[in-house]
């Protein structure tokens, strides 16, 4: 089980921005915005081979597939402020149902002391929920961005 807090900005994230047509977008802090935390399993291989073409010369291989299922996962999104209940802010805000992440990740290197060659590649799926929430005044939900 991991725990990651939100960072400052995640919290306390506030200003304005105007764009030239004139309609602006206002943020506002979530100071009720919660942890992530995620369950997470992984199982991987490492393959480590000497003097394989020549002495001296190393292989190197680490392969892992892994799976998460986060509870909380931090978003931008809107929240409304107890001050101004008709208007909703940009803000971080807590998904309302758990993001999984799921996938495979494979490095390799190969070092023959006057080269060395290196690979590294990521395979990640990930499945986000379809509503945050919407804190403050009411526990409701939202289907936007």
Not at 23 to 32: K, V, W, Y
Not at 37 to 55: C, H, I, P, S, Y
Not at 70 to 86: H, N
């Amino acid at each position: 089980m991991g725990l990651r807090p939100p960072t400052t900005n995640e919290a306390f994230f506030y200003g304005s921005v105007i764009p030239a047509n004139g309609i602006g977008t206002s943020g506002a802090p979530n100071l009720d915005l919660r942890a992530e935390k995620a369950r997470t399993w992984e199982a991987g291989v490492n393959v480590m081979l000497d003097d394989l073409f020549q002495g001296g010369d190393s292989l190197r291989f680490k392969a892992s597939v892994f799976h998460r299922t986060i509870e909380d996962y931090i978003v931008l999104g809107k929240i409304r402020t107890s001050d101004v209940t008709t208007q909703q802010y940009d803000s971080f805000v807590n998904a309302a149902e758990d993001t999984t992440m799921q996938g495979v990740e494979l490095e390799g290197a190969y070092d023959a002391g006057t080269y060395w060659l290196g690979a590294a590649a990521t395979w990640l799926e990930t499945t986000w929920p379809e509503t945050t929430q919407i804190f403050s005044n009411d526990g409701g939900t939202t289907t936007g961005e």
